[in-house]
DNA sequence: GCCATCCCGTTACAAATCGTTACACACCGT
DNA sequence: ACGGTGTGTAACGATTTGTAACGGGATGGC
C-alpha cells in the first residue's frame, strides 16, 4: 500500500507524444490507497447501464474505478447524447469538480469503485504539498487527452476518429500487459457514436470498412482484432 | 496588490451553467500580482501574428495575458491547424503543463503578457495550500470549458457552431463590462473555421446567413453586432 | 425445448450538410 | 494605381447523415 511519503518529490514529466491518444491516462500512482481512511472496506458495485451519477449531483466523493467500464456523458435539450469519456480501471473520476459534477456516469460492465470522500482529499492537499501537485498533474493530464480528443472532432474524418479510437484501447491493453491486438469493447455503437461525434450507422459502416480492407477483424461484435495497426496508424493520422 | 493571505479559505463554486460556453473563464482571482516577485517590472510586448511560443518549447514560466487576444493552435502533419483556445486579458496560459509546452501560442494581435517563473509557482503550491487548491480549480474550469467546447464539435451544426461562439464572445464582453452586443473580432475567419472545426467559407456563408437573418449586423468584417440574441440562443442549442 | 419478441447491429439508398474549387470584391499599405 | 491579403458568393462534389428494412443473438414466456 503507497504511503504519501513514498511519492518522488519532483512530478514525473512522460515524454508527451504530439499525437497521443485521447483516453484518459491511467492513475495508478495515485489511485492507490493512499491510507486505510480514504479506503472503503467495500467497494460500492454497480451493474451494467446503472447511473453511478447524473449531472448536478453533489460530488461529496470522488471515484477511484476498481473494475469495469465506466462511461461519462451528458445529455443535450434536443436529445442529442454526448459521451465525454470512458473510464477503466486505475482511473480517479471527478477530483477536480468541486461541488458539482459536470457530467453524468454510467456503468457499462458490472462496475466496483472506490468511494474517496471530497473532504479528505482537500485535506491531503492542505497538509501534502507534493499531493497537490499530483493532482494538478492529472488535471493537466486529463486536460491535455480532453484537447487530443477535440482535435480529433474538429479535423478527423469519421475513419480517422475510428482508428484513433481503436488505437487508443490498444494502447491501453498494452499499458495493462494485455494483447494489444486484442480489443474487447465494452460499449455498444451508439456510445462510441456518442463519444466520437458519429452516428451509430458511419461507426457500422466505417468497423464493416475496416474489416474489409482486412485492418481488423470482428469475431463478434464485441471484439475487435488488429489484424493491421499500421494500416491503422496511417489512417489516424489523416 | 492582492497578498495570498487575502484568499478565502474556501475555494468559490461559481453555478456552473450547464450549457455554459466554452471559452476559457477569466482568471482575475489568480492573475492579479501576488507578490512583487511574480511580477515582471516591464511586460514583454509581442506585435499581430507573432508568435509567444512553440508546441513543444520548455516552459519555464506561465504567462498572464495583460493585454490583447492570443491564439492556441497546434499544426498537423497533413497541415490541417487546430486553435486549440483563445486567450483575453486576465487569462493565464500553461499553469498546469509542467515541462513542455502542449501547444503554440500566437497573438492576434498587439500583445501585452506577464511572464510567471515557473518555479515560483511551484514554491507557493508547497508553501500555500490555498494556492494549490486555487490552480486546481482553475484547471477544473478549463477542463470544464475544454469539454464544453468538445461538445460543441462532436454534436453541434455549423450554425450552432457558430452561435455558441459569438455568445460566448458576447458574455466575455458582458462580464468585462463592455457591450455584450457588439463583438469586435480579433480573430479572422480562418481563426474562427481552425477552433470550430468549419472552413473558411462555412463560417462566411454562416456570417452572411445570420446577417439576412436579422440576427446579426456586419458594419465591418471584424465588427459583429448582435441584434437578436434569444434567436442566437435558440441557434445555439440545436 | 420451442417460439415470439426485443434490442442491437448491419446494410442499402436517398437526402443534406459541409468541403472544394473557382472567381470577384474590399481593404490596406506600398 | 498596384499587388497582396483577407473575405464574400456561387456551383459542384464528397462525405456524412437519415430513413428504412433486414438479420441475428439474447431474453422471456409458454
Given at each position: 500500500m503507497l504511503a504519501l511519503s513514498a511519492m518522488p518529490d519532483t512530478v514525473s514529466d512522460s515524454p508527451r507524444n504530439v499525437f497521443a491518444l485521447p483516453l484518459p491516462p491511467r492513475r495508478d500512482e495515485i489511485s492507490?490507497?493512499?491510507?486505510?481512511?480514504?479506503?472503503?472496506?467495500?467497494?460500492?458495485v454497480y451493474s451494467a447501464?446503472?447511473?453511478l451519477f447524473l449531472e448536478g449531483d453533489e460530488s461529496s466523493h470522488i471515484l477511484e474505478v476498481v473494475e469495469g467500464?465506466?462511461?461519462?456523458?451528458?445529455?443535450?435539450?434536443?436529445?442529442?447524447?454526448?459521451?465525454?469519456?470512458?473510464?477503466?480501471?486505475?482511473?480517479?473520476?471527478?477530483?477536480?469538480?468541486?461541488s458539482t459534477q459536470t457530467f453524468s456516469?454510467?456503468?457499462?460492465?458490472?462496475?466496483?469503485?472506490?468511494?474517496?470522500?471530497?473532504?479528505?482529499?482537500?485535506?491531503?492537499?492542505?497538509?501534502?504539498?507534493?499531493?497537490?501537485?499530483?493532482?494538478?498533474?492529472?488535471?493537466?493530464?486529463?486536460?491535455?487527452?480532453?484537447?487530443?480528443?477535440?482535435?480529433?472532432?474538429?479535423?478527423?474524418?469519421?475513419?480517422?476518429r475510428m482508428a484513433v479510437f481503436l488505437l487508443a484501447l490498444a494502447r491501453r491493453n498494452r499499458e495493462t500487459g494485455a494483447d494489444p491486438t486484442r480489443v474487447d469493447l465494452a460499449m455498444t455503437r451508439v456510445d462510441i457514436g456518442d463519444y466520437l461525434g458519429l452516428t451509430i450507422?458511419?461507426?457500422?459502416?466505417?468497423?464493416?470498412?475496416?474489416?474489409?480492407?482486412?485492418?481488423?477483424?470482428?469475431?463478434?461484435?464485441?471484439?475487435?482484432l488488429i489484424r493491421d495497426a499500421a494500416a491503422l496508424h496511417e489512417m489516424a493520422q489523416g
Open positions: 492507490e490507497p493512499i491510507t486505510e481512511q480514504l479506503v472503503q472496506a467495500m467497494p460500492s447501464r446503472e447511473d467500464v465506466i462511461c461519462a456523458y451528458r445529455l443535450l435539450p434536443d436529445g442529442h447524447r454526448h459521451v465525454v469519456s470512458f473510464y477503466f480501471p486505475g482511473d480517479l473520476i471527478g477530483y477536480c469538480s468541486p456516469a454510467q456503468a457499462l460492465t458490472k462496475v466496483r469503485v472506490r468511494r474517496i470522500p471530497r473532504h479528505l482529499l482537500n485535506q491531503l492537499i492542505e497538509t501534502r504539498p507534493q499531493f497537490a501537485r499530483r493532482l494538478l498533474k492529472l488535471a493537466a493530464d486529463e486536460l491535455t487527452m480532453t484537447r487530443e480528443h477535440m482535435l480529433c472532432l474538429a479535423a478527423k474524418s469519421a475513419e480517422a450507422e458511419t461507426v457500422s459502416r466505417t468497423f464493416s470498412k475496416l474489416k474489409r480492407a482486412g485492418i481488423i477483424a470482428l469475431p463478434r461484435t464485441t471484439t475487435v
